[in-house]
């Protein structure tokens, strides 16, 4: 990581704040991969923060974290479909960068095998697909659960979605498969099919995707099964969790079986002896990256003998017998014609370096990322230089280095926000440190930000209102019948006193699609908690951190009184307690929560938006179960299960897992261990029991 302080250097209080941070980032990095199909870093970006993480715990190990991403696969199931928990667990795949990596990784099999040189040890070596792990269980040969991989351990239940499509049979073929098996692979999209995806979705109004992987996982996980059908989406088969009987000796003898059974498996997929020949399968297959139909960033290598798989076994979060040789970026030169800045729904100011177009791995690129203006500062790069760019993961380009730099003044990034003129600032922590951000202070009165959050709040993560995409919230804003979030619930009077025609009079509408788009808005006045409080878009409150404050108070009345209790009361009063007392929720949800509630704007907006909708309230997981609506905390260490897999347990039966104790905590679960919890909870008379007493109650004993 660029700028970082060399591990070695790090005091032991830098190191646990350094692994604090990262466990924030990746957790956040991970949940907008995995859950919300719109990855925020670059794959060497996102390599970067774990591998940083890796060597800090190597150094420090008695500071590794229960929350550690070494300890975690993918991101939580999201809430729109059931969870369905993998017989075996999902893992995910060590890292190779460098030749040396590759060399590493075989002489590591043979010292664990204790394999002389003299004995042969294959490979087998596949493109790494980008795509989305999935999981299909058949019973007699029957498809019977399609999962995705989510954490690892739970993932979501999208067996409706994947029957619709080809290349996963309903029924397996030939013969020779066990009675049950997990049989796994990664759905994908064709670049072709992307494209003219891509191009139905721009012509129809709505949101477009990043990339083929993006729309590949966002295409699987449609609650409109309809949807998933008409998207194009394919499936090669590469592995297998839990069976009841063994089918084959090696990994290529299984994957041969996949392609009798009726599965898609990749060609490109070969059976190796050496290091060399290792080296040379990926040589060839980086070279054929740009012509394959499909993205990949990597070649995965596998030991072939599945017993010696068995007996190499896993650590963390995968398994020692496989790993992942990644792809490097992607570069080219090119000359930087101007930057430009873009205003982002939170206000945010982001440097684009406008490019002379160059081809970079296949692809037209004319813009790049330029992050912030301190990575300015430090690239010294300005409007004429000649400039290298890489396409990391196929996802942003960004601007790496000034290769020769050109005769221009030195570029300033602006104080004033270029869509509305408001002072554009860079924020301090409680620390005294600078944001790296700097951002528009006119909130909803800055043109940029109104139409940014308008998307934000129609976008399928929020409301999700059905033909009111990107095009049409800039025509309405446009034409000065859409400002805030309740115009859309005002539109057709709003048209009316702006005294234009009907909509179904306006170009590209009529009477139907008119008549349909007020239907959907509609359709849309009683959302549901966690995706209304998305949808506002409050800088820090995500999807994954607005299910957390429904399912933690499941009335949007009473999470909006805490919200202003702690506004009123600052941070320690009973309502900021209230709502950072959330298991997961630290103060930046909160503060953030409590600045957005403080400008009057805002509480105008809402106000206004309210009286248009009635927000649903969170329907408890398990209402009949004896823990329904109970605020829960678990302290010290658990024995029977892991402390994560309790608060999963809790969720699912209604429980609000909090963590600290209050005199709103109704049980405090202590382990072996247990200290200022346990104090504090029998000074304050809340209930207390042991983890088998817990079990007992939940009916789990």
Known sequence: MT?????????????AAELARLAQAIAEADAAYYQNDAPELTDADYDALRQRNAEIEAAFPHLKREDSPSLRVGAEAGDGFAKARHGVPMLSLENAFTDEDVADFANRIRRFLALGEETELAFTAEPKIDGLSLSLTYEAGKLVRAATRGDGQTGEDVTANARTLDDIPAKLAGKGWPDSIEIRGEIYMAKDDFAALNAREAAAGRKTFANPRNAAAGSLRQLDTAITKSRPLRFFAYAWGAVSAPFAETQSGAV???????????????????????????????????????????????VDRLDWQQRLGF?????????????????????????????????????V?????VTVGGVVV????????????????????????QRAGDVIPQVLRVVTAGEGAAWRMPETCPACGSAAVRETDEAGEADVRRRCTGGLICPAQAVERLKHFVSRKALDIDGLGARQIELFFEKGVLRAPQDIFRLRT?????????????DGFGAASAKKLYGAIDARRKPDFARFLNGLGIRHVGQTTSGQFARGFLSWQSFWDAVKRAAEGGPGSEGYLDLTGIDGIGEAAANALVQFEAEPHNREMLDALLAEIEVQDETPAASDSPVAGKTVVFTGTLERMTRDEAKARASALGAKVAGSVSAKTDILVAGPGAGSKLTKAEGLGVRTMTEAEW??????A
Do not use: C
């Not at 000359?335 to 800045?341: K, P, R, S, V």
């Not at 300015?376 to 760019?389: A, C, M, N, S």
């Not at 048209?495 to 234009?500: D, F, R, S």
């Not at 079990?695 to 789990?700: E, M, R, S």
């Open 3 to 15: 700028g970082a302080t060399p591990v070695r250097a790090l005091t032991e209080a830098e190191a």
């Open 256 to 302: 041969d079986a996949f392609g009798k059974w009726g599965f898609v498996t990749n060609p490109l997929m070969v059976r190796i002896l050496t290091v060399d020949e290792i080296l040379t399968v990926y040589r060839e297959i980086e070279a054929k990256r740009a012509g394959l139909p499909y993205d990949i960033d990597g070649v995965v290598y596998k």
């Open 315 to 351: 650590v963390s979060r995968a398994p020692r017998w496989a790993i992942a040789h990644k792809f490097p970026a992607e570069k080219a030169t090119t000359t930087l014609l101007g930057i430009d800045i873009q205003v982002g729904r939170t206000g945010s100011l982001t440097p």
């Open 353 to 357: 370096a406008r490019l002379e177009p």
């Open 366 to 389: 004319s813009n790049a990322t330029l992050h912030n203006e301190d990575e300015i500062g430090r690239l010294g790069v300005k409007p004429g230089d000649v400039v290298e760019i």
């Open 494 to 506: 709003n048209i009316e006193a702006a005294g234009l025609p009907p909509l179904e009079d306006w």
């Open 695 to 700: 079990l007992t109650l939940i009916g789990d």
